[in-house]
């Protein structure tokens, strides 16, 4: 905490602890309930894949990219708040290989009850995001609400041919993860006040950091796919992955970056409940080794805030790309392949 804010904003939040997602299974039952969108051929990525942003063709070279984010506060400070807010919703645009361009704040803030100065520091940190991205601020939305949530909508543009959509790994890719995982249990912890001033600064610059540099550094490479590790987590990210490109997917459990402390946290009970959704929902569709206990089970798939890119780069790439992200400053790993077996399914060992 800092002197500029008395109050913690995560006490603020009924669900508070990981900024999760409606669940998959729930937004599968009411998505399935309405009629499908009228097709149009310049819609290059839509609905189907449960892709990071939509993607739609304006010329032969240009396209433009599309996403919006936004959740209720996961850490204390408002000025970092908004930083997490801004790099999660412009994350999308990286994700699917394009360059971000425009954003619009979307503010719920409860004017009569909190300091209008807490609001203030939020915009200021989403604003200084927006410029480390050399994304314009352009407008914005705001409404009075009982709990704090802020996030953006964010425009970009990328090359019809060179689109990264989820979809896209093929046979013999190796996957590379560039952040660490285990945010949604500290984020859930901060509010249970179990971590130090450090471990907040550690999980809070994960979370603030861009996914900028990975981006940049992945379009020299042959990446056939990508997507970032949010709400849905590791392995539900990486289901996306499997199903849309039809293949399956091998995780290699102990490869896999995780932020210190999480297992011990989770023992304590900070496993948010967004991350036991997404176990159950996963159910069926990843197979794990009969000797991992559940919470490493629960920790691959843990609720995310602004993670990292997960990407699906040629085998022969994946030695080279890895170093160039090192060398640039990512906490990139190699965490797994993909392979004709088993399709549309994960395979942990």
Not at 299 to 310: N, P
Request: glycine share 10%.
């Amino acid at each position: 905490m800092t002197d500029r804010t008395p109050i913690k904003l995560t006490s603020l939040t009924t669900k508070g602890g990981c900024g999760c997602k409606i669940g998959p299974a729930d937004l599968a039952q009411v998505l399935r309930k309405l009629p499908p969108a009228t097709p149009n051929p310049n819609l290059l990525v839509g609905l189907d894949t449960s892709d990071d942003a939509g993607v739609y063709q304006l010329t032969d070279d240009l396209a433009m990219v599309q996403t919006v984010d936004f959740f209720t506060p996961i850490v204390d400070d408002p000025y970092s708040f908004g930083q997490i807010a801004a790099a999660n919703a412009i994350s999308d645009i990286y994700a699917m290989g394009g360059k971000p361009l425009t954003a619009l704040n979307i503010v719920a803030f409860p004017i009569s009850t909190l300091d209008k100065s807490i609001l203030t520091e939020i915009l200021r940190g989403a604003g200084d995001k927006l410029k480390e991205a050399g994304v314009t601020l352009i407008g914005g939305h705001s409404i009075d609400d009982k709990e704090p949530k802020f996030g953006l909508a964010v425009t970009g543009i990328v090359h019809p041919k060179k689109v990264r959509a989820n979809a896209g790994a093929k046979v013999g890719d190796k996957l590379i993860l560039t952040k660490p995982i285990g945010v949604g249990i500290l984020t859930t912890s901060i509010k249970r006040e179990l971590l130090t001033e450090e471990e907040i600064k550690r999980v809070t610059n994960v979370m603030a950091t861009l996914n900028k540099t990975a981006a940049e550094t992945m379009v020299d490479f042959n990446v056939n796919g990508c997507t970032d590790v949010t709400g849905f987590g590791l392995l539900g990210h990486a289901s996306e992955m499997a199903k849309g490109s039809q293949l399956g997917l091998t995780i290699y459990k102990d490869q896999v970056p995780v932020l210190p402390r999480v297992k011990e946290l989770a023992e304590a009970g900070a496993v948010p409940g967004g991350t036991k959704n997404n176990y159950n929902h996963l159910k069926g569709s990843v197979t794990f080794p009969e000797d991992m206990d559940q919470l490493d089970q629960w920790i691959l798939c843990d609720a995310v805030t602004s993670g990292g890119l997960l990407i699906s780069v040629e085998g022969s790439s994946a030695d080279q790309l890895l170093s160039a992200l090192q060398s640039a400053g990512v906490e990139a790993a190699i965490i797994g392949e993909v392979t004709e077996e088993h399709p549309g399914h994960i395979r942990v060992v």
